[in-house]
């Protein structure tokens, strides 16, 4: 089955045709580039790391995550993980949650699992999101990405800020194609992680800070 997320993201400008799959196809080599922006979509799978994020051409963050949220403040809960590994405002990020079409099956989300499982698929996805990101904006300015640094998704040169490129101008509308590393499980079950490790508590802005009367867009 065959199925578009192009209305989920046509306002971010991004163009997504998903089709839902669990094992590998052999063809998944083509424009396998690691950290290269391509116009090919792959296929929906728990390895790839365009099956949980996508930045549009406006820069704004989609999350594309496989629970609900059953008022435990999930849907905040996530955003907010996303945004805080990404260094993209809170405001920036929505989410597809629990959409069988577009989101890898990441089981339920009773009492703290939509968190404690579903938190560190995204934690990581969003973390390889970053360092992919940083690679290419490395390319761009010609500067190592020890030397870069991010704020609302746009990239700097720490020692001449004049000189940045964003994140929209980076990836946006495109795919990362990227493969993550993923144990083979569906459900709560899930785990992936890519090369870049999460940040650390000590660094977190967003993570466990309140944010009364604020709705997550989308």
């Known amino acids: 089955m065959n199925v578009s997320r192009r209305s989920f993201l046509k306002g971010a400008g991004a163009l997504v045709i998903s089709s839902v799959a669990v094992s590998e196809p052999a063809g998944l080599a083509l424009a396998q580039t690691a950290g290269a922006a391509t116009s090919i979509k792959p296929p929906l799978l728990p390895s790839q790391l365009d099956s949980y994020l996508a930045i549009g051409a406006d820069g704004r963050v989609t999350g594309f995550f496989g629970k609900i949220d059953m008022g435990q403040g ?27 079409a577009v989101t890898v099956d990441a089981g339920g989300a009773s009492n703290s ?95 466990g800070k309140p944010y009364p009367a604020v709705e997550v867009p989308g």
């Open 74 to 100: 999930v849907e905040t809960g996530i955003a907010q993980i996303i945004a805080e590994e990404l260094d993209v405002s809170f405001n920036s990020v929505s989410l597809v949650m629990c959409d069988t």
């Open 113 to 207: 699992m939509g968190i404690r499982h579903g938190g560190v698929v995204m934690r990581n996805a969003a973390a390889e999101a970053r360092r992919v990101l940083l690679d290419l904006a490395s390319a761009r300015l010609g500067v190592p990405p020890e030397a870069l640094a991010v704020s609302d998704g746009v990239v700097r040169v720490q020692a001449d800020p004049s000189r940045a490129v964003s994140y929209a101008d980076l990836i946006g509308a495109r795919y990362f194609n990227v493969t993550l590393e993923w144990n083979k499980q569906l459900g709560f079950a899930l785990e992936v992680k890519g090369k870049a490790k999460p940040k650390p508590a000590s660094q977190y802005k967003l993570v």
